[in-house]
């Protein structure tokens, strides 16, 4: 039977790099026997010295472990795939390697970057071996990926693959200190790596230029041994959380708002997942993204921090790590708390009965993309309301921002009335005219839309995309964007 074995990325080294091997086999014992009778120096990675399969070691046919089959004599069928897959029981694919003597030696120049942690007892030569054979994913270059990536990197974590899609931004600056002035409008992955490598050329960065989805995430996560969140949306948290899951990996978790920050090491292996703290997102709207309540520069340098120092301990095999935590932090009292977590059984993804086994639509789970029966919310560009100012037409413009906000940038003739007040306020908005509603970037001017119909307002109401931003950047570049 010709079959597909599956070789993880640590024991690729032992069969000259490759990462799947074609042969003929009846059984799975059959396949190994062959693999290591062509790929000696794997045998014994693979086998004790009495030629029984090591127990840090899996073997899986199709999607079952065959520990769970008929062991070795597991039938295979043509056009299958084995996969070995090791345990993650000692924690983590760099442990694992350390047991079998060979993480990679350090070189006399890493030996002097790194002296200050070989001479830490908690490290030392064998800690910084390990942080060199690690492969830590990083979601996110943004607030938290910063100062992750910086320390991670310097650190000496030999692998770290980076997913973001986003282009670096002026108002990107105030809290992401791994992009600078020079990189605006550059994507931020390669920002990134520039960044990442300037701080430690030994570091090996791989991007993945892509909006993490339900589709690639296994796929991308299967490959490293650490995940780290520095998302910035519950569609995206719910999503690293499951693939974490699924793929067995340690998430190490960390979100901010405002002044609050957040930090734990979710891992289902041993103990709370994400879902077991919250089960269920908040509904749409009821939390406002950083974009639009605002985030103080510092909190992600110092959440993101955190989470690097999570990530060093996850991987040195460290006690203490943040398991079954959540740190609670407080940049304006400065104050830091902690609950308790606890795996939750009925958890509906690392519970007992699990109902969720393969990732789902996290936009409609998050109440996103639901069906509506309205017809679409009318809009307009920056450039069509500089039309509609020329041409003098008879409308009004109605702007839902704050007053502060209002201080920083306005465009001419926009009355102000902040969002939480337009409903309470709608006799002053005429319904015989059109009303332009606008704020920053385009978000709250909708809701606004909403909330006003939905207060029975008739008139008609025109969204303007992309806010007061879209103005300076299309119409009027003298008007700050903030
Ligand atoms: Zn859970």
């Not at 970057?113 to 942080?131: A, D, F, T, W």
């Not at 570091?203 to 996560?221: C, D």
């Not at 931003?469 to 119409?475: H, K, L, M, N, P």
């Amino acid at each position: 039977m010709a079959i597909t074995v599956i070789i993880p990325t640590p024991l690729r080294q032992f069969a000259d790099g490759s990462s799947e091997i074609y042969l003929e086999a009846a059984t799975a014992g059959d396949a190994l026997e062959k693999l290591t009778a062509q790929y000696t120096g794997l045998r014994k990675h693979l086998y004790n010295d009495q030629n029984v399969l090591r127990n840090f070691v899996n073997v899986y046919v199709g999607d079952e472990d065959i520990r769970h089959l008929d062991g070795p004599q597991t039938q295979v069928k043509d056009g299958e795939t084995i996969m070995i897959v090791p345990s993650i029981a000692g924690g983590n694919i760099a442990a694992e390697a350390r047991a079998e003597g060979d993480l990679p030696a350090l070189t006399n120049e890493e030996m002097a970057r790194y002296s200050r942690h070989l001479i830490l007892p908690e490290v030392g030569l064998e800690g910084q071996r390990k942080l060199k054979a690690a492969r830590v994913l990083m979601i996110g270059t943004g607030g938290l990926g910063s100062p992750m990536g910086l320390y991670l990197a310097a650190a000496g974590v030999g692998t770290i693959g980076l997913v973001d899609f986003d282009v670096v931004d002026a108002s990107n600056l105030q809290r992401q200190i791994i992009h600078g002035t020079k990189d605006i409008g550059r994507p931020k992955i390669d920002s990134a790596k520039d960044r990442l490598l300037d701080i430690n050329p030994n570091t090996k960065i791989e991007s993945f230029e892509t909006r993490l989805t339900s589709e690639n995430a296994l796929e991308i996560f299967k490959e490293f041994d650490v995940i780290v969140d520095g998302t910035d949306n519950f569609p995206t948290r719910y999503l690293v959380s499951d693939a974490s899951v699924l793929t067995r990996k340690p998430n190490v978790y960390g979100s901010i708002f405002r002044f609050e920050g957040q930090a734990s090491v979710f891992w289902a292996e041993k103990g709370a997942c994400y879902r077991c703290l919250y089960p269920e997102p908040p509904p749409p709207g009821l939390v406002p993204s950083c974009a639009e309540g605002g985030v103080l520069g510092v909190l992600p340098g110092i959440v993101g921090t955190i989470q690097a120092n999570e990530t060093i301990k996850v991987i040195l095999g460290a006690e203490g790590i943040l398991l079954n935590r959540l740190l609670l932090f407080d940049a304006w009292k400065m104050t830091f708390r902690q609950l308790k977590l606890r795996k939750d059984p009925a958890c509906p993804v690392c519970g007992d009965n699990p109902t969720i086994k393969e990732l789902i639509d996290y936009e409609e789970f998050c109440g996103l993309n639901l069906p509506t029966e309205e017809k679409p919310m009318e809009e307009i560009t920056a450039s069509e309301l500089k039309s509609l100012f020329e041409r003098n037409e008879d409308f009004q413009l109605i702007d839902v921002r704050e007053p502060f906000e209002y201080e920083i940038a306005r465009i001419p003739s926009a009355k102000l009335i902040p969002l939480a007040q337009v409903v309470a306020r709608l006799s002053e908005i005429d319904p015989a005219k059109t009303a332009v509603v606008q704020c920053k970037g385009g978000v709250r001017s909708a809701k606004a839309i909403e909330n006003l119909k939905a207060a029975g307002y008739a008139g008609r109401l025109i969204n303007l995309k992309g806010g007061i931003r879209a103005w300076s950047d299309e119409v009027d570049s003298s008007v700050p964007k903030y």
